[in-house]
């Protein structure tokens, strides 16, 4: 055996270990919220952004993309991109308004898991049907931040909520960049 063999990362694996992080970030984001910490939560959707932006990009680069990490990023977004900005946006907007505010929560989620599931079924490669969830979650952490930083009227938040999840859900095309 020789051992001035070194060691090299296999480039193979990075795809999904971009994948977990994003899990991991979504995650502590969810907590975050929970204890009330919505700037860094909505940071830590961002960071899920740029996360997910490389995961497919090197899969497909090094030519591993597969079945397995293609689920393992639906759920990373389901995390990342559906509970997290939506527990964040109603612990900062919505928890006074209760049952409006949770069907306003649980309507995001379920918008972007049908998305999902959609996207996953069709894989148009020129467009995407309705709004990626990756965008809506951003978008929505992008509001929280700035809702938290100048006050932002909570019925602003909820608009842009009922947007995001119609656009997720409608079957207008947008095309891929």
Same mark, same amino acid.
């Given at each position: 055996m020789n051992s001035n063999k070194e060691f090299r990362f296999? %480039?193979?694996?990075?795809?999904?270990i971009l994948t977990y992080c994003n899990v991991a970030v979504g995650t502590v984001a969810i907590i975050l919220a929970a204890g009330n910490l919505y700037y860094m939560a909505g940071m830590l959707i961002i @960071?899920?952004?740029?996360? /997910?932006?490389? /995961?497919?990009?090197?899969?497909?680069?090094?030519?591993?993309?597969?079945?397995?990490?293609?689920?393992? /990023?639906?759920?990373? &977004? @389901?995390?990342t991109f559906g509970i997290a900005?939506?527990?964040?946006?109603?612990?900062?907007?919505?928890?006074?308004?209760?049952?409006?505010?949770?069907?306003?929560?649980?309507?995001?989620? @379920?918008?972007? %898991?049908?998305?999902?599931?959609?996207?996953? #079924?069709?894989?148009? &490669?020129k467009a995407f @049907?309705?709004?990626? #969830?990756?965008?809506?979650?951003?978008l929505l952490a992008v509001?929280?931040?700035?809702?938290?930083?100048?006050? %932002?009227?909570p019925y602003i938040t909820a608009a842009a909520m009922i947007i995001l999840s119609y656009s997720m859900v409608c079957k207008r095309q947008i095309k891929k960049i």
């Open positions: 296999p %480039v193979t694996v990075l795809p999904n @960071i899920g952004a740029v996360l /997910d932006r490389f /995961d497919g990009k090197l899969a497909r680069k090094y030519e591993v993309a597969n079945e397995l990490g293609k689920q393992l /990023d639906s759920f990373a &977004d @389901i995390v900005p939506a527990l964040t946006a109603y612990m900062l907007s919505f928890a006074d308004l209760q049952v409006l505010g949770m069907v306003l929560a649980v309507t995001f989620v @379920i918008s972007g %898991v049908y998305r999902l599931a959609r996207f996953n #079924i069709l894989n148009n &490669d @049907i309705g709004l990626p #969830i990756t965008a809506a979650g951003f509001l929280v931040l700035y809702q938290n930083k100048f006050d %932002v009227h």
